[in-house]
């Protein structure tokens, strides 16, 4: 009984956070019928040209994809609000994934989660490869500059938390053009552990929820 018990925990502790494994155990997302993860976006035709741009986005990485249109299909919006859509467009779903609304720096970053680096551009691959150590094993890697208040109290929190991290001075990279604009860094900091781009990368416990989160590189 408690080896009964034992696995049943380490199955819903895998499942909690690796959902993809479980395409048929009440995984909510896009599958094919072997479990395969797909990519759907769904789309309106008031979009402002974001859902041109997640479309077009996709269709140069050569990332084969179902548009699924909202606009005055019932069918279509109880999907989309199944699988989370909550009035933002376009919503994009990819295995068990999904982004809402459209940046080329989050879209390649759920890509990779869902499928390695197999649909990233070749300086993306280069610039995700750093995230990485030797075996594979994911790093919190922080896109920062010397003068950042944000980026010191970040540093300061993992210390304290004896956490390891990469950081780089963006401004002083000699190659900060194309870091800037591959990566898409607008500001400071931005904190990638392995594939996933941390949405609130300045805030030491998002950062370290994603670590639970990461897998190792896959290519």
Not at 19 to 25: A, H, I, V, Y
Not at 121 to 133: A, L, V
Request: hydrophobic share 40%; glycine share 10%.
């Amino acid at each position: 009984m408690k080896k009964i018990t034992f696995l049943v925990i380490a199955v819903a502790a895998l499942y909690h956070f690796k959902p993809e494994l479980f395409p048929g155990f009440g995984a909510s997302g896009a599958f094919d019928s072997k479990g395969n993860p797909q990519v759907v976006v769904f789309t309106a035709k008031e979009c402002n040209g974001a859902c041109e741009k997640a479309v077009e986005n996709l269709n140069d990485r050569k990332v084969g994809f179902q548009e699924v249109p909202l606009d005055g299909n019932e069918d279509n919006i109880k999907r989309y609000k199944k699988l989370g859509g909550n009035g933002i467009v376009p919503f994009i779903v990819m295995g068990s994934r999904s982004v809402q609304g459209f940046e080329k720096s989050m879209m390649a970053s759920v890509l990779a989660q869902t499928y390695g680096d197999q649909y990233l551009t070749r300086r993306e691959q280069i610039y995700y490869n750093s995230h990485f150590i030797a075996d594979g094993s994911p790093v919190i890697y922080i896109y920062g500059a010397s003068w950042c208040t944000f980026c010191k109290a970040l540093r300061e929190e993992l210390g304290r938390r004896k956490m390891d991290f990469v950081e780089v001075d963006v401004e002083a990279a000699s190659d900060r053009t194309l870091m800037t604009d591959t990566m898409e860094i607008g500001g400071y900091p931005i904190t990638y552990v392995g594939y996933e781009r941390v949405v609130g990368g300045g805030n030491a416990d998002a950062v370290l929820a994603a670590l639970k989160r990461a897998g190792k590189r896959r290519t």
